[in-house]
C-alpha cells in the first residue's frame, strides 16, 4: 500500500515570533523554518507502517516554495521512498493546499494519506477534512493511534470528552495529534542517502489548479501584554467584576 | 538554563564566507559537502543536540560517575544517549567510507562537534576517542588489525581510549615507565599504571579498546622509547566477539571539579598475568603515531573553547534579556532589563566578538586541514600544512583561554544566580577549566608555537601568513564603508613583524624567550582574530550590497569586527610588551623570595 504525507514548511516552533513594524504580517526574514511538527508525526506514522510492512512506498508531498525542498529532504532521511514539491510563492491555504493534494490522490492512488491535523502557523485545522470532502475519502483526524488491518485502519481520535475509535475502509485520510508517535531523529547515512532519492517538481497549474489566495490578511498583532491582577475583598466584589468589568457572566 | 540553539545561521555564514566551503567541496572526495547537504547535516545536528544531548548535560554533572567493585556507572541517560548516537552514525562523520564512515570533511565535521560539546561536553568525549582512535589505527596499524579492530570503532559497537599519561609522566611523556614484555604469538603484556583515562572503564558497550603507549624491553630511553599497543578490555574469542576479560583493573576515578559525567579512571594494567596487548606500527615509533592524532585533538579542544563559550553566551543573552534590575543610566527610567546597561551590553558584545573571532580562526584552520591532506597539487597542500602546523597551539591554547574567560564573563552577566548551579553557567564555567590543561598545557601549546612553529623554521611560515593578513588590510584600505579597519589590521601585521624579528633576534637568550611564549601564544591569537573579523566585515559587506533581505544580521557583523578593533586588538600590543620584559625580570627575582 502507497502512503502519501504531506508536510509543510514552517517556523521552527522554538522561535519568539515578532510582528513586523507596519503589522501586515509576521517578520520572516531569515527566521529559523523547519518541518511543522504534526508533519513530523505523519512522516514518523508512516515511517513506522513501512517498517511493519503495512505501507510499502512512503511518497512525501509539500507545497510552498523553493526552500520547502528542504522538509522534503528530511522526510526522504527519515524514511520516505520519493518527494513531490509543488512550487508556489504564494500563501499557502488549506483550500488550496486540499486541492492540490486531492490531484496528487488523483495521481498516485494511495492507500493512505497522512497529514498533521494543523500547521503551527495558520492553526487552522482544515486541510485534512477539506481533503477528504473533495476526494469523497473517509477521515479520522486527531489520531493518537493508527491500526492497520486488510482493507481497513482503526483510527482512535483524541476528542473534548475522551477518545473515540472510528474504522474506515482504505483508501482513508489521517490527521496526526500529539501522542500519536515521537518522530526519530534523521541518521547520518540517510541524510547522505536523501539526495539521491527522486524529488519530482510540478505548480498548481501543472496540476490544473489555481493557488490564488482567497483570504486577505488585514492586520497581525501580538498577543495583548498581561495586565497585572487585583485582589477583591469578597466573593460579591468578584460576581460583580466579573459581571461588569470583564463581563464574562 | 534556556535550551540550546544551535547558532546555524553564524556558523553558515563562516562556512560559506570565511573557510570557503564551496571550495573544501571541490577537493577529491568532498564532492558530498554541497551546500544542500551540508544545510541539513547542521540542522539535524541541530536538533540531536538539542533534543538528546542537552537534556542530560545536568544530570550527568550532577550525578557523575560512580566506581562500585571495579565497575564505573555512568549519569542517567548516558546508555540510551549513546546509543541513539552510535545509531544515528556520528561517530564516523568525516571518517572514511572504506570503513564505514561517511567521509565529510573537518569543515563539515567542525561545526558539529561544536554543538556536541556546546550541549555536553562530558557525553560528547566518548565518542570523540572513537574517531581519535581510528585514525591512529588508519595510519598505523596493520591490514589484520585494521580488518579485526577499525570498523566497530568506527561504528561505535566498541568504545576507544587513550592511554599516555602515568603519575610521574604528563607534559613529559619521556617519564613514561609502563612495560611490554614479549608473549605468545607475537603478543605482548603490559604492567603498569595509567592515569587521567576518559572513559577508561565503563557499561556503555560491550568492549573498550584501549590504546597505550609502553616501553619494550630493548627500548632506547626518553619519548623515542615508546611503542603503542593495542589493548582490550576483553579479549577476542574465536568469532572475533569480546570473551574473556583482559587483566585491566580500574581501581579508582577521578573525583573532578567539572566534565563529571565523564569517568577520569585510574587503571592498573597486569596485576595479574600482564594485560595482553598487540604491537600497532613499528617498535619504538608510538609517540610518532600519537602526535598526528594529538594536532587532531589539539584542534578539537579548541573548538571545545568556543563551543562551551557559545553556550554560556547564549544564556547569558538571553538572562541579559529578561531580568530586571536597577535604572537606566542615562535616562534614569526603572524597569527594564539589564541589557540597557552599558556594562552588561559590553560584556555581552565583547562575548559575541570573540566567539565569532575564533570560530573564524577555527572553521578556516579546519578548512585548511582538507586542503592539505586532499590538494591535488603538492605545494598548495604544504604550504595549508604549514599553515595548519603554525596555528594548531593557537588554536588550542587561545581558543581554551578565551572560551574560559567567555564562561567567567557570563557568570557576571548572571550576578548571584551565575553562582547558583541551578542557572547552569556554573557547570560551563567547571567544565571548561579542564580545557586549558589536557591535550597539552597552554605553557606547552606556547612552548611548541615559539620553538617548534616559529623558531626552528625562522618564522618562514609565520612570515607568509602576515602577508595574507596585508592583504586583507589592503582590501580594506580605501574600501567606501571599511576604510577604518584597515590601520588596526596592518598595525596587527606590524605587531607581528616586529615581534618574529625580536624573537629571532634574541633566539639565544632561551630563559627570557621562553618566558614569554604564553603572552606571544596570546598575541598572536589576538592578531589571527583580528584578521578573521577583517575578512568577516569584507564578507559582510559583500553581501549586503547584493542582498539586502536581513541588513541588521550583516551590519551587526561589521560593527562587531570594529568593536574588536576598538577592544580585543590592543591587547595584543601589552603582550608584545609583556613577552619582550618579563622575562629578564623574572631571572633576577630568586626563588627564595616567593
Redesign the interface.
Known sequence: MKALVAVKRVIDY?VKIRVKPDHSDVDL??V?MAMNPFCEIAVEEAVRLKEKGVATEIVAVTIGPKAAQ?QL??AL?LGADRAIHVETDERVESLGAAKALAKLVEQEQPGLVILGKQAIDSDNNQTGQMLAALTGLPQGTFASAVNVEGDKVQVTREVDGGLQTVELTLPAIVTTDLRLNEPR?????D??K??KKPLSVTTPAELGISDASRVKLLKVEPPAERQGGIKVGSVDELVDKLKNEAKVL | MIDYSAPLRDMQFILDELADLEGIAGLPGCEDASYDLVSAVLEEAGKFASGVLAPINQVGDQQGCRLEKERVLTPDGWPEAYDQFRDAGWIGLSLPPEHGGQGLPKLVSTPVWEMWFSTNMAFAMLPQLNVGQAEALMIAASEEQKGTWLEKIVSGEWAATMNLTEPQAGSDLAATRMRAEPAADGAYRLFGQKIYISYGEHELTPNIVHLVLARLPDAPPGVKGLSLFLVPKYLLDERGEPGEKNDIRCISIEHKMGIHGSPTCTLSYGDSDGALGYLVGEPHQGLATMFVMMNDARFNVGVQGVALGERAYQAALDYARERVQGRDIVTGVAGKPILIHPDVKRMLVSMRARLMAMRGLLYTAAGWFDIARLHPKAEVADKYRRYVDLLMPVAKGWCTEVGNDLCDEAIQVFGGMGFVEETGVAQLFRDARIITIYEGTTGIQANDLLGRKILREEGATLRELIADFRKTAAELEGHQRLGDLSKPLNDQATLLEETADWLLAHKADTANLFAGAVPLLHLMGIACGAWQMARMALAADARLAADDSDPSYLEGLIELARFYMATQAPQAMAHGHTLRHAGPVLTRISDRSL
Open positions: 522554538n526574514t531569515n529559523k528542504e529532504r528530511t532521511a531523529y534523521a541518521k547520518l547515512p541524510i547522505m536523501a539526495k
